[in-house]
């Protein structure tokens, strides 16, 4: 038979488990997690997962998040991205009732702007046609490793380098009263 001092303290011991091991039902491993490099906001009913700008250069970068449409019976759009000094494409972008839209794949939503810098991060507003509005700040990552296949917007002509006039640009002189010699 057990003395009664080996029975209290197994007796305590079974209580303090519980406390001791630090269980309890707001545990973090009760909440949703998903590792990632961008942010995630669950507050509507679109959710934005893993929100991030890939970048090729500095400038312009595509928007490589996932749009989850947690409404099981309406379909929803993204409608418009904005931020400041920044230009997103105009396009749609469609979010099946309790589907997604992964727009990592497609390259569908594209961002100019002089904030587009991998290291830095950006605050963009997306609103959507069911009226939800979510503002966000997302990372510019550049476009190589896990991020090389995400497709990058095409250079726009005031951009690209060759939309710079050069002195051989014409094949004959100018004769116009107009023209002045070159100061290279």
Known sequence: MKSPTRRRAAIAALLL????TACGFNAQTDQVYQAAV???DRSGSVNIL???IVSGTDGSGTFAGTLVNTDPTNDDTLESVTGQGLTASRRPVDIPAGGTALLADTGELTLEGSAIKPGDWVELTFAF????TT???VPVVEATG?????PLPKPSASSSPSAKSSPS???????SPSASPSAD
């Not at 488990?17 to 001791?20: C, D, N, Y």
């Not at 640009?169 to 004769?175: F, G, K, L």
């Open 146 to 150: 896990d991020f090389a296949d995400v």
């Open 38 to 40: 961008g942010p995630n």
């Open 129 to 132: 046609s069911s009226g939800q």
């Open 135 to 137: 503002t966000m700040k």
């Open 17 to 20: 488990a519980p406390v001791l």
């Open 50 to 52: 893993n929100a991030l």
């Open 169 to 175: 640009s014409s094949s004959s002189p100018s004769s």
